[in-house]
């Protein structure tokens, strides 16, 4: 599932769409349609791993799951999910889950739960924590309320950074944990960017899919932990439980 950077990334290679007019709009998508041809696209947002295309009256919320995927002006043999035509070029969305949104988008989005927005709020994300003292952290960073766009990639490799092990329960960190918790799953975000512009992510994981721990030298531990029974890959030796 792409996590928050691939759909920033995304929204920028769609940015040529913006200000042109959907002349057709089809797929097979259960919305209404109608209500997207003749429309301009004001703008392209996201929030965390939803993409938000932008008109007057509405906009369609795009969610990528396990398996989506688009193409700009081509398309898969495969049927659409949701096709937009201009004057000139189209976009086509496959296996995605994709929705019709009325009304005003901030007051359906917290912007500042998104850990790439410029609304990024670093003490409402820590509040957020101290309100699920008895949720692991594992679960905890997972939470798109409180960390919008961080997936299972930026879970493993913040707490490998932070020294915190996976089981660790968020009301059992000590204040420098807790608040390095909040500040590097944001850098560790824009690290994912950076990198994943370069073709170069998988070059920088430190413990995802590792066998050997970096630090110290021994076998990596790899458990489905928490709620959400994610893939984790952790040491015991540098990350400190903490409960």
């Known amino acids: 599932m792409p996590e928050g950077p691939s759909l920033v990334i995304i929204k920028e290679s769609l940015q040529q769409f913006k200000g042109k007019k959907i002349l057709h709009a089809s797929g097979n998508a259960k919305i209404d349609?109608?209500?997207l041809e003749n429309k301009k696209i004001i703008d392209i947002k996201t929030w965390g791993k939803h993409l938000l295309i932008c008109c007057k009256d509405a906009a369609v919320?795009?969610?990528?799951?396990m398996w989506g995927s688009y193409r700009i002006n081509e398309r898969k043999e495969t049927p659409a999910?949701?096709?937009?035509e201009f004057d000139k070029g189209e976009i086509n969305f496959y296996n995605t889950a994709t929705k019709l949104?009325?009304?005003?988008?901030?007051?359906?989005?917290?912007?500042?739960?998104?850990?790439?927005?410029?609304?990024?709020?670093?003490?409402?994300a820590k509040?957020?924590?101290?309100?699920?003292?008895?949720?692991?952290?594992?679960?905890?960073?997972?939470?798109?309320?409180?960390f919008a766009g961080v997936g299972n990639?930026?879970?493993?490799?913040?707490?490998?950074?932070?020294?915190?092990?996976p089981e660790s329960i968020v009301g059992a960190l000590p204040a420098k944990q807790l608040n390095d918790l909040v500040k590097e799953a944001r850098n560790y975000s824009f690290d994912?960017?950076?990198?994943?512009?370069?073709?170069?992510?998988?070059?920088?994981?430190?413990?995802?899919?590792?066998?050997?721990?970096?630090?110290?030298?021994?076998?990596?531990?790899?458990?489905?932990?928490?709620?959400?029974?994610r893939r984790t890959f952790f040491c015991d030796n540098c990350q400190v439980k903490y409960v």
């Open 101 to 124: 949104i009325e009304g005003d988008l901030n007051k359906i989005y917290d912007w500042s739960a998104d850990v790439l927005s410029d609304e990024w709020s670093g003490r409402k």
């Open 61 to 65: 919320r795009i969610h990528l799951m």
């Open 192 to 229: 994912f960017l950076k990198w994943k512009k370069e073709y170069s992510l998988r070059k920088h994981w430190l413990i995802y899919t590792k066998k050997i721990c970096p630090r110290c030298n021994i076998p990596v531990k790899k458990k489905y932990l928490g709620e959400t029974k």
């Open 81 to 84: 999910r949701l096709h937009l």
């Open 127 to 146: 509040n957020k924590l101290k309100a699920i003292p008895q949720t692991n952290v594992c679960d905890a960073l997972l939470n798109q309320e409180i």
């Open 153 to 165: 990639i930026i879970k493993n490799e913040v707490l490998f950074r932070i020294y915190v092990h």
């Open 33 to 35: 349609m109608g209500l």
